[in-house]
Every structure is written in C-alpha cells, then in structure tokens.
C-alpha cells in the first residue's frame, strides 16, 4: 500500500512536471519574435467572401437585409519577371431583400493582376489593378439591369478583399505595416490610415467621389488555429471613416450622398504560406441622401463580411 502511494506521488510530480515544460514551452514561443514579411507560396487559393447588409430605419425597425458572395479564385503568373497573382472571379451571387438569388454572367470567369494593368487603363489609374469599365452596365441572369447602388456594392466587394487580404495582410513598402508587428500586442498606425482612395466608378459615380479613412490602425493580438494550420491573428481598425457619393442616375440629375463609418475586424494569417486563412470584418454605416426634388433621405446599414480561404473541393462543392 505504501509503495503504491509512493509511486502514485511520482507519477503525480512527473505529469506536474511535464506539464510546466510545456507551459514553459508555450510561453517562450508566445514571447517570441514572429515574422510577417514572408513571400506567399506560389499555389493556387480559393476564397469565397460573403457580405450581408442589414438596412435600419431611424427608428431602429430593421427594412430589408441583403447578401452578396463572390467566389475567387487565385493563381499565381509570372509576368515580365515578376510574381504576380491573377484572381478569376467564378462566380458572383446577390440575394436581394426578398430572398430572390441571381448571379452576374458578366462577371463569370472575368480576371485581372492584382496591381496591374488592364486592356484599356493603366495600374496608376486603377485600384488594386481592378477596372472600372467592367463594372458598366452590369445586369443579372434574368437581363435585368443592377441598380447603380448594387453596382457599386459589387464592385466594393473587390475592392474590400484586397484591402483585408492585401493592403492590411502584406508588408508595405512605403510606412507602418504587418511586418512591424514582431512581437504580440503590438500596435501600429498603418501606413493607409488617413488614405482617400477615389470611388469614382465608370460614368454615373462622378468625379469628387472618395472615401476617405481614418486613422487605421493594426494590432497583433494572438495566435490560432485555423484550416489546419497556425495563424497569427491581428485585428485591424479603420477609425472615423467618411464618405461622399456623387451619383447621376440621369443626365442633369445629381445626388449626392455624405455619410461616416467604422468598420473593423480580424484576420487570421498562415504562419508558413502567409496567406490569409480567414477574414471577419464589421461596419457601421450612417449617410444621408439629397435627391433633387424629393429632399434627403437618411440611412443606416450594419454590414458583415466573412471572407474564408477553403480547399479545392470545398470552392466547387460550395459553387453548386
């Protein structure tokens, strides 16, 4: 009886023991230095990006909800000696309010070179290498032609992705950026904050159009799993955002929308590859429209977005 307590004891300070070792393990990798600037590995990816846009009325009544998502998919090119990725759009699905679900046959197999040129318009003229033209006249599977506001959503959906994946998600060149955040709960003030990209869109979104940020800032926060694989985890904050939309929807008919927003999130980054696993972002958007002739018209939308990096087969089952 004595020697089995005895050894019951020992096994007992053995496990005590080991796991200290391991806590001590755990502890030091956490107090380590990470690195982000690593070059993404050259094998394709597939993401699908989904956005929901809840609309409100002033008196907090919820009217409406929309959903958007894009299936994407990115290959890497060599291109005049350069690296670079092309992103092929499959497929683009937009469930209106209604729950009625139609797709843009336009845009089906569309693709273009992250921060390149396009057939008519130059890399400097564009943003994130993404042509306006193609955004033109877009209409669903029934022949129906997209709201010019949808439109933009559309479009918008592009252009959040590489911003999250890319401009958040990749070291900079020129500032603060992901490969500043060696250690975790770092902070910084990204090299984008205070940035006012246009938003001027083909020929009815005018010039004087932008959206202007604030002061984005990132924060490395934590490590996880995610797809197998371990990630670091980093949330990013835009600030105090604004925007103005100059809209003409007719000749000789401008409307004009102001409007402020907050949006932030998490993203989850592949310690090996560096690609982003995941994405999870959350916006507020408050703006007020005048329409001449009818007067102002206010509103209020909370926007989510997921934007998960998925296998071959799981891309395809999800497209059917």
């Known amino acids: 009886m004595k020697t089995r307590m005895i ?13 200290n070792f391991h806590h001590a393990q755990v502890k030091d990798f956490l107090q380590g230095s990470f690195n982000w600037e690593g070059k993404r590995t050259n094998e394709i990816q597939y993401f699908v990006l989904e956005t929901t846009m809840l609309n409100y009325q002033l008196n907090g009544n919820r009217s ?14 060599n291109k005049n000696g350069k690296d670079l990725f092309k992103y092929t759009c499959i497929k683009f699905i937009v469930i209106n309010s ?65 911003a999250f994946c890319n401009v958040f998600a990749e070291p900079t060149t020129d500032g603060k950026g992901i490969q500043d955040l060696s250690r975790l709960n770092q902070k910084i003030i990204h090299s984008s904050a205070n940035s006012e990209p246009p938003v001027n869109l083909g020929t009815n979104i005018k010039e004087g159009s932008y959206f202007k940020n604030g002061e984005i800032s990132l924060q490395f926060i934590g490590v996880g799993i995610v797809n197998d694989a371990i ?19 007719m000749p000789n008919m401008l409307v004009t929308t102001n409007g402020a927003s907050h949006y932030k999130g998490t993203l989850y980054i592949n310690k090996e590859t560096f690609w982003v696993e995941k994405v999870v972002m959350d916006e507020f958007v408050l703006a007020e429209t005048e329409i001449p002739g009818q ?18 087969d799981e891309f395809h089952l999800t497209l059917k």
Request: hydrophobic share 40%; proline share 2%; glycine share 10%.
């Open 7 to 19: 050894l019951t004891v020992i096994t007992f300070l053995f496990v005590l023991g080991g796991m």
């Open 98 to 162: 209604n729950g009625v679900e139609v797709t843009i046959p336009e845009l089906e197999g569309w693709s273009y070179v992250f921060g390149g040129e396009s057939e008519t318009e130059k890399a400097e003229e564009l943003v994130f290498g993404i042509s306006h033209s193609k955004f033109e006249n877009l209409k669903d599977n029934t022949g129906d032609a997209l709201s010019q506001v949808v439109t933009y959503w559309i479009y918008n959906t592009f252009i959040d992705f590489h």
């Open 64 to 77: 409406g909800k929309d959903h958007l998502k894009l299936f994407l998919e990115c290959s890497p090119i």
């Open 295 to 312: 007067g102002k018209m206010n509103q209020v939308i909370e926007r989510g977005t997921i934007i998960s990096n998925v296998t071959k």
């Open 231 to 249: 990630c670091g985890i980093l949330n990013f904050d835009s600030g105090e955002s604004s925007f103005k939309m100059l809209i003409e929807p």
